[in-house]
């Protein structure tokens, strides 16, 4: 009996089963990242305060949800929403990161549910965490102890170094010997709290202002041959220490000139947070307590201190980044005047200066 051959396949059939496959793979995956990025951005209730503002659209609202790590896809979430007609509201409002975004819009949509227990506290350059724990406890339901205790707690500042790149481990390397291990980091601004709020989320709200320092000015961290932190605690003594940003840079380029020649600091401010039980800076007798013996005096140890002696601005910051080269290692104000720095390259002159501009 002959054989019968089987036909061969058209290589177009062929070709059109590769497409169909394909198509089914391609829509598959599709699918399952639609799915993914519906999905809230946490399994576990996480509360966070979210601002509307004058102007404020649905598109808006859902880019910034985006921008902050509260949403996973704004065009998805706009997509999802499409055949709705939220109208959003003006105000504050607690969202919880767990609910999907049709949950988030009901919220945001109802102005009955807008938050109006808030309180706005100014927390100026120069403070100590102390300074800052105090003037929140006064108008917040969280305490003074809760807050410095938390700012000095090494397990819960690890926690914060994994998530914020500004914060590095060298804020532990001398654990024992500084007062309080995120003094420096907790941002001078103005901010808006709620009176019932948490020590972790007012804690963040500071630091979420020191990374946004940070990031606006990470070229210039990147170019530095000193560390995160080494910047942080310089920044620290040059806020004390001049108070216009020309006159901060001309500090900073002093001190760094002194540590360059292995110079001791000898800052004042160093003293006085050494000394650190004293409610007011004009009480701080600096001069009659520079031999004190402290890991943050600087007029007795080389180098920099154990750590930030307070919370400086951004242009303490920036001037300590971009400060200004000289043949300066001495300087003074003329605090019974106007103001004015004087600085000079000797002791000599420095001393003449100190006769000319303080003893009177």
Same mark, same amino acid.
């Given at each position: 009996?002959?054989?019968?051959?089987?036909?061969?396949?058209?290589?177009?059939?062929?070709?059109?089963?590769?497409?169909?496959?394909?198509?089914?793979?391609?829509?598959?995956?599709?699918?399952?990242?639609?799915?993914?990025?519906?999905?809230?951005?946490? /399994?576990?209730?996480?509360?966070?305060?979210?601002?509307?503002?004058?102007?404020?659209?649905?598109?808006?609202?859902?880019?910034?949800?985006?921008?902050?790590?509260?949403?996973?896809?704004?065009?998805?979430?706009?997509?999802?929403?499409?055949?709705?007609?939220?109208?959003?509201?003006?105000?504050?409002?607690?969202?919880?990161?767990?609910? +999907?975004?049709?949950?988030?819009?009901?919220?945001?949509?109802?102005?009955?549910?807008?938050?109006?227990?808030?309180?706005?506290?100014?927390?100026?350059?120069?403070?100590?965490?102390?300074?800052?724990?105090?003037?929140? +406890?006064?108008?917040?339901?969280?305490?003074?102890?809760?807050?410095?205790?938390?700012?000095?707690?090494?397990?819960?500042?690890?926690?914060?170094?994994? /998530?914020?790149?500004?914060?590095?481990?060298?804020?532990?390397?001398?654990?024992?010997?500084?007062?309080?291990?995120?003094?420096?980091?907790?941002?001078?601004?103005?901010?808006?709290?709620?009176?019932?709020?948490?020590?972790?989320?007012?804690?963040?709200?500071?630091?979420?202002?020191?990374?946004?320092?940070?990031?606006?000015?990470?070229?210039?961290?990147?170019?530095?041959?000193?560390?995160?932190?080494?910047?942080?605690?310089?920044?620290?003594?040059?806020?004390?220490?001049?108070?216009?940003?020309?006159?901060?840079?001309?500090?900073?380029?002093?001190?760094? !000139?002194?540590?360059?020649?292995?110079?001791?600091?000898?800052?004042?401010?160093?003293?006085?947070?050494?000394?650190?039980?004293?409610?007011?800076?004009?009480?701080?007798?600096?001069?009659? !307590?520079?031999?004190?013996?402290?890991?943050?005096?600087?007029?007795?140890?080389?180098?920099?201190?154990?750590?930030?002696?307070?919370?400086?601005?951004?242009?303490?910051?920036?001037?300590?980044?971009?400060?200004?080269?000289?043949?300066?290692?001495?300087?003074?104000?003329?605090?019974?005047?106007?103001?004015?720095?004087?600085?000079?390259?000797?002791?000599?002159?420095?001393?003449?200066?100190?006769?000319?501009?303080?003893?009177?």
């Amino acid at each position: 009996m002959p054989l019968v051959k089987k036909k061969k396949q058209p290589l177009v059939k062929k070709i059109f089963l590769v497409i169909v496959v394909f198509m089914m793979i391609a829509g598959y995956f599709a699918y399952t990242t639609y799915q993914t990025l519906t999905q809230p951005v946490s /399994e576990t209730t996480q509360l966070i305060n979210f601002e509307v503002v004058a102007g404020d659209t649905m598109t808006s609202v859902l880019a910034r949800l985006e921008s902050e790590g509260h949403i996973r896809n704004r065009y998805v979430a706009r997509w999802m929403l499409r055949d709705q007609a939220f109208l959003v509201y003006k105000g504050n409002f607690m969202l919880d990161t767990s609910l +999907s975004v049709n949950e988030m819009m009901a919220v945001l949509s109802n102005p009955a549910l807008a938050i109006q227990n808030t309180v706005r506290i100014t927390l100026p350059p120069g403070f100590w965490a102390k300074d800052m724990a105090k003037r929140i +406890s006064t108008f917040t339901n969280v305490s003074e102890e809760d807050l410095l205790s938390a700012w000095n707690d090494e397990t819960y500042v690890q926690s914060l170094i994994n /998530e914020y790149p500004v914060l590095t481990n060298a804020i532990l390397t001398r654990k024992d010997d500084v007062r309080v291990l995120l003094e420096g980091y907790l941002s001078p601004n103005t901010y808006e709290f709620f009176v019932d709020t948490s020590v972790d989320a007012i804690t963040r709200t500071l630091l979420k202002e020191t990374q946004r320092v940070y990031t606006t000015h990470k070229a210039a961290f990147d170019q530095s041959k000193r560390s995160i932190h080494d910047i942080f605690v310089m920044a620290s003594i040059v806020e004390f220490e001049a108070s216009k940003f020309e006159d901060m840079r001309k500090v900073a380029g002093v001190f760094y !000139n002194r540590l360059n020649i292995n110079m001791r600091l000898q800052s004042s401010v160093t003293v006085c947070y050494a000394l650190y039980e004293f409610e007011d800076w004009r009480d701080c007798e600096s001069y009659a !307590n520079q031999q004190i013996r402290s890991p943050y005096n600087t007029y007795v140890i080389s180098g920099l201190p154990a750590g930030p002696i307070l919370n400086p601005s951004e242009n303490a910051i920036l001037a300590t980044l971009d400060y200004q080269t000289s043949r300066y290692f001495y300087f003074l104000a003329d605090i019974y005047g106007d103001g004015t720095v004087y600085y000079a390259e000797t002791f000599a002159q420095h001393q003449a200066n100190i006769n000319k501009y303080l003893k009177r």
